[in-house]
């Protein structure tokens, strides 16, 4: 079955370190985006890339960094740089995001904890 | 940036048709009206898009306004599956420096009584 997958479903780590979340992709899609998603709050974009080596900042990338060394491949490291990284963190990936009409196809998400 | 106002919560009854509004008064002419919902703890899922008329797929339709300034979401029968956050997002054309963006919005919450 093509699709995203991420990895783990449920992370926890103490605060000040440094953690990386897993994203893969077997779409062979072009473009990657990493959201975060607060408690009753809509999506917002970290980081995004439309392809294999390059990548641009979202809306709230502060404290994240991400790598694009693989098509299929875009993880997001949360820094301690993060002030408040305890979150819901979503991968997508789309064919290419020069359609307007592209759609966007979500992982499950990992939801990380930060104690 | 192109914003959408969508109710924050709406209740259906199972197996009757509901309509989920969306208000877009900001559209521009070649900004498309993106549909996208997202089951409870799990990532969102595509759901619907239209840029004038209306669509129909095999999970909802769109009618859209014909001053496009809003636009509603009809699921014919509602399940308890349909159960979720529905998001209403304007696909920019003109994305300046967040190009390729989707924008959330807060979304409406449907709940399904059985």
């Known amino acids: 079955d093509g699709g995203i997958t991420q990895s783990p479903k449920y992370l926890f780590r103490k605060e000040g370190q440094n953690v990386t979340l897993s994203c893969e992709q077997n779409?062979?899609?072009?473009?990657m985006y990493w959201y975060r998603q607060d408690p009753g709050q809509g999506l917002r974009l970290i980081y995004y890339s439309q392809i294999v080596n390059d990548f641009q900042k979202g809306d709230i990338a502060e404290g994240y960094s991400v790598s694009r060394e693989k098509k299929e491949s875009f993880p997001l490291t949360v820094t301690s740089a993060q002030k408040n990284p305890t979150a819901f963190y979503l991968c997508a990936s789309s064919v290419g995001i020069a359609d307007i009409t592209d759609t966007q196809y979500f992982g499950p998400g990992t939801r990380l904890t930060v104690l | 940036d192109a914003k959408t106002t969508q109710p924050n919560s709406m209740e259906s009854n199972e197996e009757e048709p509901v309509h989920l509004p969306c208000n877009h008064s900001t559209i521009s002419g070649t900004d498309y009206i993106h549909w996208y919902r997202q089951l409870p703890s799990q990532g969102p899922e595509y759901v619907i898009h239209?840029?004038?008329s209306n669509v129909n797929n095999r999970m909802a339709s769109l009618a859209i306004a014909e001053d496009r300034k809003s636009s509603t979401l009809i699921l014919h029968r509602a399940t308890l599956r349909d159960a979720a956050v529905y998001y209403c997002?304007?696909?920019?054309?003109?994305?300046?420096?967040?190009?390729?963006?989707?924008?959330f919005g807060k979304g409406t919450k449907l709940s399904v009584k059985p």
């Open positions: 239209g840029l004038t």
């Open positions: 997002i304007l696909r920019l054309m003109n994305y300046g420096g967040s190009q390729g963006n989707l924008i």
């Open positions: 779409l062979n899609h072009d473009a």
